[in-house]
């Protein structure tokens, strides 16, 4: 089970953290991600991490501006995003396939989805 947390709304500009805590004994061998889906869009790849933390991979409209890390003693991946744009606005799910390496196509398994809008 993946459970999210930590959207809300931020005005444009400003950051948050969106965490997902994964339930179960083998989190440390899966690669975590993170996608969004915009309303009227396409669910599109964020961003994700493999099993040890040392590859990551971000789609292009978020480089430089997050961070994915993982907590192995929380069984957590954290996104972090900085100067944060309208465009963001989205439902941001995380997601593995229980495979240990980086991926940019979803797998099997979401969290529930939260929600992050970036407005004045």
């Known amino acids: 089970e993946l459970v999210q947390s930590g959207g809300g709304l931020v005005q444009p500009g400003g950051s948050l953290r969106l965490s997902c805590a994964a339930s179960?004994?083998?989190?440390?061998?899966?690669?975590m991600g993170w996608f969004r889906q915009a309303p009227g869009k396409e669910r599109e790849f964020v961003a994700a991490?493999?099993?040890?933390?040392?590859?990551?991979e971000y789609a292009d409209f978020v480089k430089g501006r997050a961070t994915i890390s993982r907590d192995s003693a929380r069984n957590a991946v954290h996104l972090q995003m900085e100067r944060l744009k309208p465009e963001d606005t989205a439902v941001y799910y995380c997601?593995?396939?229980?495979?240990?390496?980086?991926?940019?196509?979803?797998?099997?398994?979401w969290g529930q989805g939260i929600q992050v809008t970036v407005s004045s």
């Open positions: 991490i493999d099993w040890s933390g040392g590859s990551k």
């Open positions: 179960g004994p083998s989190f440390d061998h899966y690669a």
């Open positions: 997601n593995t396939d229980g495979a240990p390496l980086v991926f940019t196509v979803a797998g099997l398994y």
